[in-house]
Protein backbone atom coordinates (compact mmCIF):
# COMPACT_ATOMS: atom_id res chain seq x y z
CA UNK A 1 0.00 0.00 0.00
CA UNK A 2 1.25 3.77 -0.50
CA UNK A 3 2.39 5.30 2.42
CA UNK A 4 0.56 8.26 3.92
CA UNK A 5 3.77 10.13 3.56
CA UNK A 6 3.48 9.69 -0.17
CA UNK A 7 -0.27 11.30 -0.50
CA UNK A 8 -1.16 12.36 -3.92
CA UNK A 9 -2.91 15.91 -4.41
CA UNK A 10 -5.67 15.43 -6.57
CA UNK A 11 -5.30 18.92 -7.82
CA UNK A 12 -2.36 18.59 -9.89
CA UNK A 13 -3.25 14.34 -10.73
CA UNK A 14 -3.00 12.60 -14.36
CA UNK A 15 -4.92 10.06 -13.57
CA UNK A 16 -4.89 7.43 -16.69
CA UNK A 17 -7.43 4.09 -16.19
CA UNK A 18 -6.26 0.99 -18.23
CA UNK A 19 -6.50 -2.44 -18.88
CA UNK A 20 -6.11 -4.65 -22.01
CA UNK A 21 -9.74 -6.16 -21.84
CA UNK A 22 -13.25 -4.44 -22.04
CA UNK A 23 -15.76 -5.61 -19.88
CA UNK A 24 -13.60 -4.57 -16.49
CA UNK A 25 -15.15 -1.49 -15.11
CA UNK A 26 -12.60 0.85 -16.33
CA UNK A 27 -14.97 4.01 -17.40
CA UNK A 28 -17.23 3.00 -14.14
CA UNK A 29 -14.20 3.97 -12.01
CA UNK A 30 -12.76 6.77 -14.02
CA UNK A 31 -16.35 8.42 -13.73
CA UNK A 32 -16.15 7.82 -10.18
CA UNK A 33 -12.95 9.99 -10.14
CA UNK A 34 -14.59 12.63 -12.35
CA UNK A 35 -17.57 12.72 -9.65
CA UNK A 36 -15.54 12.64 -6.70
CA UNK A 37 -13.21 15.33 -8.13
CA UNK A 38 -16.48 17.14 -8.48
CA UNK A 39 -17.79 16.82 -5.59
CA UNK A 40 -14.01 18.52 -3.80
CA UNK A 41 -15.08 21.33 -5.60
CA UNK A 42 -12.66 20.74 -8.59
CA UNK A 43 -13.29 21.33 -12.31
CA UNK A 44 -11.68 17.92 -14.29
CA UNK A 45 -10.38 17.62 -17.70
CA UNK A 46 -11.65 14.58 -18.93
CA UNK A 47 -10.57 12.27 -21.89
CA UNK A 48 -11.25 8.80 -23.67
CA UNK A 49 -9.90 6.71 -25.99
CA UNK A 50 -12.58 4.78 -26.70
CA UNK A 51 -15.46 4.95 -29.34
CA UNK A 52 -18.38 4.11 -27.38
CA UNK A 53 -18.21 7.68 -25.72
CA UNK A 54 -19.98 6.94 -22.79
CA UNK A 55 -17.67 9.42 -20.92
CA UNK A 56 -19.25 12.22 -22.69
CA UNK A 57 -22.97 11.30 -22.27
CA UNK A 58 -22.38 11.00 -18.49
CA UNK A 59 -20.72 14.49 -18.34
CA UNK A 60 -22.23 17.74 -18.72
CA UNK A 61 -18.29 19.05 -19.51
CA UNK A 62 -16.42 18.78 -22.99
CA UNK A 63 -14.86 15.15 -23.33
CA UNK A 64 -11.72 15.06 -25.61
CA UNK A 65 -12.56 11.65 -27.56
CA UNK A 66 -9.93 9.71 -29.35
CA UNK A 67 -10.89 7.20 -31.84
CA UNK A 68 -9.16 5.16 -34.36
CA UNK A 69 -10.07 4.01 -37.90
CA UNK A 70 -8.59 0.60 -38.81
CA UNK A 71 -8.14 0.74 -42.62
CA UNK A 72 -5.97 4.58 -42.01
CA UNK A 73 -4.54 2.96 -39.36
CA UNK A 74 -3.56 0.16 -41.57
CA UNK A 75 -2.55 1.84 -44.97
CA UNK A 76 -0.20 4.57 -42.47
CA UNK A 77 0.66 2.99 -39.13
CA UNK A 78 2.10 6.45 -37.87
CA UNK A 79 -1.65 7.69 -37.96
CA UNK A 80 -1.35 4.92 -34.38
CA UNK A 81 0.64 7.64 -32.81
CA UNK A 82 -0.57 10.99 -34.37
CA UNK A 83 -4.45 10.38 -33.20
CA UNK A 84 -2.79 10.48 -29.66
CA UNK A 85 -0.83 13.85 -29.71
CA UNK A 86 -4.00 15.63 -28.48
CA UNK A 87 -3.59 14.02 -25.01
CA UNK A 88 -0.27 15.73 -25.13
CA UNK A 89 -1.57 19.18 -25.64
CA UNK A 90 -4.15 18.27 -23.18
CA UNK A 91 -1.86 16.96 -20.21
CA UNK A 92 -0.11 20.16 -20.84
CA UNK A 93 -2.22 23.02 -21.59
CA UNK A 94 -4.61 22.35 -18.49
CA UNK A 95 -3.89 24.92 -15.46
CA UNK A 96 -3.10 23.89 -12.62
CA UNK A 97 -5.44 22.86 -9.91
CA UNK A 98 -7.86 20.93 -12.17
CA UNK A 99 -6.93 17.33 -12.28
CA UNK A 100 -7.19 15.20 -15.28
CA UNK A 101 -8.94 12.09 -16.11
CA UNK A 102 -7.94 9.67 -19.20
CA UNK A 103 -10.03 6.36 -19.66
CA UNK A 104 -8.19 4.12 -22.26
CA UNK A 105 -10.67 1.68 -23.88
CA UNK A 106 -9.86 -1.88 -24.76
CA UNK A 107 -6.87 -2.59 -26.39
CA UNK A 108 -5.83 0.75 -26.30
CA UNK A 109 -3.30 0.59 -23.27
CA UNK A 110 0.00 -0.68 -25.43
CA UNK A 111 -0.74 1.83 -27.79
CA UNK A 112 -0.33 4.27 -25.34
CA UNK A 113 2.29 3.22 -23.51
CA UNK A 114 3.96 3.17 -26.41
CA UNK A 115 2.68 6.81 -27.80
CA UNK A 116 4.26 7.91 -24.63
CA UNK A 117 7.72 6.47 -24.90
CA UNK A 118 7.82 7.55 -28.28
CA UNK A 119 7.19 11.23 -27.26
CA UNK A 120 8.37 11.42 -24.21
CA UNK A 121 5.21 12.16 -22.31
CA UNK A 122 6.76 11.37 -18.72
CA UNK A 123 9.28 15.30 -19.56
CA UNK A 124 6.23 17.36 -20.82
CA UNK A 125 4.33 15.88 -17.45
CA UNK A 126 7.41 16.54 -15.04
CA UNK A 127 7.74 20.27 -16.27
CA UNK A 128 3.66 20.75 -15.71
CA UNK A 129 4.47 19.55 -11.87
CA UNK A 130 1.89 17.36 -11.85
CA UNK A 131 1.77 13.12 -10.55
CA UNK A 132 0.88 10.57 -12.99
CA UNK A 133 -1.78 8.21 -11.01
CA UNK A 134 -2.26 4.27 -12.93
CA UNK A 135 -5.68 2.90 -12.22
CA UNK A 136 -5.54 -0.64 -13.11
CA UNK A 137 -8.52 -1.50 -13.42
CA UNK A 138 -9.25 -6.12 -13.06
CA UNK A 139 -12.38 -8.32 -11.97
CA UNK A 140 -11.87 -12.14 -10.85
CA UNK A 141 -11.47 -13.27 -14.34
CA UNK A 142 -8.37 -14.94 -15.34
CA UNK A 143 -7.85 -12.92 -18.64
CA UNK A 144 -8.69 -9.61 -16.64
CA UNK A 145 -6.42 -10.37 -14.18
CA UNK A 146 -3.32 -11.22 -16.46
CA UNK A 147 -3.86 -8.01 -19.03
CA UNK A 148 -4.37 -5.88 -16.30
CA UNK A 149 -0.58 -7.01 -15.16
CA UNK A 150 0.46 -6.91 -18.89
CA UNK A 151 -1.17 -3.11 -18.87
CA UNK A 152 0.39 -1.77 -15.57
CA UNK A 153 3.99 -3.02 -16.81
CA UNK A 154 3.82 -1.41 -20.46
CA UNK A 155 2.67 2.11 -18.55
CA UNK A 156 4.86 1.97 -15.73
CA UNK A 157 7.56 1.30 -18.40
CA UNK A 158 6.42 4.53 -20.27
CA UNK A 159 5.61 6.66 -17.58
CA UNK A 160 7.90 5.72 -14.48
CA UNK A 161 7.35 8.04 -12.26
CA UNK A 162 3.44 7.49 -12.05
CA UNK A 163 1.89 6.11 -8.95
CA UNK A 164 0.43 2.48 -9.10
CA UNK A 165 -2.95 2.12 -7.67
CA UNK A 166 -4.88 -1.19 -8.42
CA UNK A 167 -8.53 -1.54 -8.67
CA UNK A 168 -10.17 -4.81 -7.47
CA UNK A 169 -13.93 -4.63 -9.26
CA UNK A 170 -15.61 -7.42 -7.07
CA UNK A 171 -19.02 -7.63 -10.08
CA UNK A 172 -17.65 -11.25 -10.44
CA UNK A 173 -16.66 -11.96 -6.95
CA UNK A 174 -13.88 -11.43 -4.75
CA UNK A 175 -9.91 -11.99 -5.21
CA UNK A 176 -10.21 -13.39 -1.97
CA UNK A 177 -12.42 -15.95 -2.30
CA UNK A 178 -10.65 -17.51 -5.34
CA UNK A 179 -9.98 -20.87 -5.34
CA UNK A 180 -6.60 -22.10 -4.74
CA UNK A 181 -4.71 -23.45 -7.72
CA UNK A 182 -7.38 -22.35 -10.23
CA UNK A 183 -6.21 -20.51 -13.22
CA UNK A 184 -7.75 -17.23 -12.03
CA UNK A 185 -5.56 -17.72 -8.43
CA UNK A 186 -2.65 -18.67 -10.27
CA UNK A 187 -2.69 -15.42 -12.46
CA UNK A 188 -3.39 -13.14 -9.53
CA UNK A 189 -0.63 -14.45 -8.18
CA UNK A 190 1.21 -14.28 -10.85
CA UNK A 191 0.14 -10.55 -12.28
CA UNK A 192 -0.98 -8.66 -9.25
CA UNK A 193 0.04 -10.17 -6.06
CA UNK A 194 3.76 -8.95 -6.82
CA UNK A 195 2.91 -5.62 -7.59
CA UNK A 196 1.15 -4.96 -4.35
CA UNK A 197 4.13 -3.59 -2.19
CA UNK A 198 4.73 -0.76 -4.34
CA UNK A 199 0.47 -0.58 -5.27
CA UNK A 200 -2.40 1.62 -3.52
CA UNK A 201 -5.58 -1.04 -3.53
CA UNK A 202 -9.20 0.17 -3.95
CA UNK A 203 -11.87 -2.45 -3.73
CA UNK A 204 -14.72 -1.69 -5.92
CA UNK A 205 -17.73 -3.50 -4.45
CA UNK A 206 -20.62 -5.23 -6.53
CA UNK A 207 -23.51 -2.40 -6.22
CA UNK A 208 -26.19 -4.28 -4.73
CA UNK A 209 -29.20 -5.66 -6.60
CA UNK A 210 -27.44 -4.31 -9.66
CA UNK A 211 -29.00 -1.45 -8.73
CA UNK A 212 -27.84 1.02 -11.31
CA UNK A 213 -28.54 -0.91 -14.45
CA UNK A 214 -31.73 1.15 -13.83
CA UNK A 215 -29.83 4.34 -14.35
CA UNK A 216 -26.89 3.26 -16.58
CA UNK A 217 -29.37 3.42 -20.02
CA UNK A 218 -30.01 7.19 -19.45
CA UNK A 219 -26.54 7.42 -18.36
CA UNK A 220 -27.24 9.12 -15.41
CA UNK A 221 -24.25 9.82 -13.32
CA UNK A 222 -23.88 7.94 -10.03
CA UNK A 223 -23.63 11.11 -7.91
CA UNK A 224 -26.96 12.54 -9.90
CA UNK A 225 -28.88 9.03 -9.00
CA UNK A 226 -27.66 9.62 -4.97
CA UNK A 227 -29.46 13.06 -5.21
CA UNK A 228 -32.79 12.18 -6.98
CA UNK A 229 -35.63 12.82 -5.51
CA UNK A 230 -38.25 9.66 -4.49
CA UNK A 231 -40.38 10.53 -7.03
CA UNK A 232 -37.70 11.10 -10.23
CA UNK A 233 -36.02 7.73 -9.10
CA UNK A 234 -39.77 5.81 -9.65
CA UNK A 235 -39.98 8.13 -12.72
CA UNK A 236 -36.72 6.78 -14.42
CA UNK A 237 -37.32 3.20 -12.89
CA UNK A 238 -41.00 2.55 -13.22
CA UNK A 239 -40.79 1.26 -9.44
CA UNK A 240 -42.96 1.66 -6.84
CA UNK A 241 -41.43 4.34 -3.88
CA UNK A 242 -40.54 1.76 -1.99
CA UNK A 243 -38.64 0.28 -4.16
CA UNK A 244 -37.12 3.42 -5.45
CA UNK A 245 -35.70 4.51 -2.37
CA UNK A 246 -33.81 1.14 -2.23
CA UNK A 247 -31.97 1.46 -5.63
CA UNK A 248 -31.31 4.61 -5.23
CA UNK A 249 -29.90 3.71 -1.28
CA UNK A 250 -28.04 0.78 -3.22
CA UNK A 251 -26.04 3.57 -5.37
CA UNK A 252 -25.36 6.17 -2.61
CA UNK A 253 -24.10 3.40 -0.17
CA UNK A 254 -21.55 2.40 -3.26
CA UNK A 255 -20.30 5.56 -4.13
CA UNK A 256 -20.01 6.62 -0.47
CA UNK A 257 -17.50 3.21 -0.13
CA UNK A 258 -15.37 4.44 -3.34
CA UNK A 259 -15.33 7.80 -1.92
CA UNK A 260 -14.20 6.69 1.07
CA UNK A 261 -11.10 4.99 -0.52
CA UNK A 262 -10.44 7.58 -3.15
CA UNK A 263 -10.14 9.95 0.22
CA UNK A 264 -7.31 7.59 1.50
CA UNK A 265 -5.35 7.94 -1.89
CA UNK A 266 -5.71 11.56 -2.24
CA UNK A 267 -5.07 12.34 1.22
CA UNK A 268 -8.70 13.44 2.17
Known amino acids: MLHTNNTISLEDTV ?6 KGGVGKTSDCQTGIEYAIQRGLVPAI ?26 ARENPNLELQRFGPLSDLMVDTPKGRPIFIDLGANEDQ ?8 AEVSEDIAESGRQVVLHIVYTSEQEAIEKAGTTA ?3 MRSLPVAKLCL ?3 QRFGRISDLVAGSAAHDAYQQHIQTLLPNAHLIRMPRIRGNSY ?9 FSRVAQMRTAEVMDITGLGRADAR ?12 MFLQLDQLFGA
Open 213 to 221: ARFEQARIP
Open 47 to 72: AQVDEQGRLEALNASHVLTITIDPKA
Open 246 to 257: IVRGDVSEWLEQ
Open 167 to 169: VEN
Open 153 to 155: RDL
Open 111 to 118: RFAYWSRQ
Open 15 to 20: NVYGNG
